[in-house]
Antibody
Framework: EAQLVESGGGLIQPGGSLRLSCAAA????????MTWVRQAPGKGLEWISY????????YYADSVKGRFTISRNNAKKSLYLQMDSLRVEDTAVYYC???????????WGQGALVTVSS | EIVMTQSPATLSVSPGERATLSCRAS??????LAWYQQKPGQAPRLLIS???TRATGIPTRFSGTGSGTEFTLTISSLQSEDFALYYC??????????FGGGTKVEIK
């Protein structure tokens, strides 16, 4: 069974940096594109970044472009999100997720809470 | 960016009744549409992909229809475990995914 486990969330001041990690298990990690989706408190889902399985091409939502960097280490079956210049509005639960078939997200982590506050 | 609009925001339904949720895209997404269920404190779960194909293990009371810009998720007979939030997602503009704002299905 495919599993994703995030780590690295926490409380950070505005302007600070944080790195989220996501450990994958139960599937051939490098065969899949991976994505980060966030959810602000009481709000809906927002896609923020994607990394292709084989080529490691990356994509970002405008809201995080230039501040966040997605990366992966296929040997370690791990996905990362480096978040810099954090803003109060980046406060959210961040989900690591697997792109099942060029679009539908068929596996989600439990989420990591990031709180940006002074 | 493709904007996804869900309606209604909240749907009040009695157990055993039918629930019909709508999702509209700002431009055609073909059949590249997925539905997710999210319960409080949990991650979303994939229900439907390709507008109408149930994911593994999803009960047959969940069905999806539509193509282009208009989509519907129907829950034929609501069970207690179905009261939750539901989101649609387009992936026609892969991998620049966008989600709808969600519909909360609550007990009437």
């Amino acid at each position: 069974e495919a599993q994703l486990v995030e780590s690295g969330g926490g409380l950070i001041q505005p302007g600070g940096s944080l790195r989220l990690s996501c450990a994958a298990a139960g599937f051939i990690f490098n065969d899949y594109g991976m994505t980060w989706v966030r959810q602000a408190p009481g709000k809906g889902l927002e896609w923020i970044s994607y990394i292709v399985g084989g080529s490691s091409s990356t994509y970002y939502a405008d809201s995080v472009k230039g501040r966040f960097t997605i990366s992966r280490n296929n040997a370690k079956k791990s996905l990362y999100l480096q978040m810099d210049s954090l803003r109060v509005e980046d406060t959210a639960v961040y989900y690591c997720a697997r792109d099942g078939a060029l679009g539908p997200i068929d596996c989600w982590g439990q989420g990591a809470l990031v709180t940006v506050s002074s | 960016e493709i904007v996804m609009t869900q309606s209604p925001a909240t749907l009040s339904v009695s157990p055993g009744e039918r629930a019909t949720l709508s999702c509209r895209a700002s431009q055609s997404v073909g059949s590249n549409l997925a539905w997710y269920q999210q319960k409080p404190g949990q991650a979303p779960r994939l229900l439907i992909s390709g507008a109408s194909t149930r994911a593994t293990g999803i009960p047959t009371r969940f069905s999806g229809t539509g193509s282009g810009t208009e989509f519907t998720l129907t829950i034929s007979s609501l069970q207690s475990e179905d009261f939750a939030l539901y989101y649609c997602q387009q992936y026609n503009d892969w991998p620049l995914f966008t989600f709808g704002g969600g519909t909360k299905v609550e007990i009437k």
